[in-house]
């Protein structure tokens, strides 16, 4: 079993930066892909970055790619979300997700295969 908890969301404006945690606790001997996924009221939930049980590769939403980076120490947990130039669009709550494997980001990038999943940190950026 493994336990997720995110951290680091809350108010900014358009244009700041922010920084989401994923703490993994329980057991992380095993391997596992991280990934964000974010909700937005009245939207459906979307992937927005994976990263590799290595760290070593990762991938993004067009929504958030050049903007959004995704970083992981194996030998460490969090997982951490670089969120940079927020917009208003972006306001959603983040969640992150792991499934077992040793496969590339792609693995969680699908919302229904994951195995795990944090309970969400709110992240509300005003113009």
């Known amino acids: 079993q493994v336990q997720l908890e995110e951290s680091g969301g809350r108010l900014v404006q358009a244009g700041d930066s922010l920084r989401l945690s994923c703490a993994i606790s329980?057991?992380?001997?095993?391997?596992?892909?991280v990934g964000w996924f974010r909700q937005a009221p009245g939207k459906e939930r979307e992937f927005v970055a994976g990263?590799?049980?290595?760290?070593?590769?990762?991938s993004y939403s067009d929504s958030v790619k050049g903007r959004f980076r995704i970083s992981r120490d194996p030998a460490k947990t969090p997982v951490y979300l670089q969120m940079n130039n927020l917009k208003v669009e972006d306001t959603a709550v983040y969640s992150c997700a792991a499934r077992q494997g040793y496969g590339g980001p792609q693995i969680v990038s699908t919302a229904e295969l994951n195995d795990y999943w944090g309970h969400g940190t709110q992240v509300t950026v005003s113009s």
């Open positions: 990263v590799s049980w290595s760290g070593g590769t990762t």
């Open positions: 329980g057991d992380t001997s095993s391997a596992y892909a």
